[in-house]
């Protein structure tokens, strides 16, 4: 438990709808510009599945972002890690997260511009996050992410 908070009802309310949203994905006739809104999606008339969320610990007073490696092997020199994540489950105070990364341009080269909606795919690194601990959820723009 972080910083002795023993609720987590704010942050489990908005990770369940993004969740709901998630996989009742469709097209969609309204837009507000918020982290709960029922629709997902920038327009009105865009398809989106995923609502990319970056997740910020209280015990780090909100600073950084948290970040997880992009694969589920050993961490080594080489290992990759993201701090864009997908929420595929929650429970109470518990959440499951996959780890989502930049796709890479036809150059090779990442693309810096993290807001932009095309720009994530999925990984197999999954974590569970008890969400006490969790004090600021960063909603970025709604993208559709392949191939969950």
Do not use: Y
Not at 14 to 43: F, M, Y
Not at 120 to 144: A, G, H, M, W, Y
Request: aromatic content about 8%.
């Amino acid at each position: 438990m972080c910083n002795n908070n023993t609720d987590c009802k704010c942050i489990s309310d908005i990770l369940k709808v993004i969740n709901i949203l998630q996989k009742k994905a469709s097209r969609h006739d309204e837009c507000e510009d918020i982290c709960d809104r029922r629709t997902l999606g920038p327009t009105c008339f865009e398809e989106f599945n995923t609502r990319p969320v970056q997740l910020f610990l209280c015990c780090n007073n909100g600073n950084e972002p948290l970040i997880m490696p992009t694969t589920k092997g050993p961490i080594t020199q080489t290992t990759c890690f993201s701090d864009v994540f997908r929420v595929e489950k929650v429970d109470d105070c518990c959440a499951t997260f996959r780890v989502l990364k930049q796709k890479q341009k036809v150059d090779g080269g990442a693309d810096l511009n993290i807001s932009c909606w095309e720009h994530f795919e999925p990984t197999c690194s999954f974590f569970t996050l008890d969400l006490k601990c969790v004090c600021i959820i960063r909603c970025l723009e709604d993208t559709f992410v392949d191939c969950l």
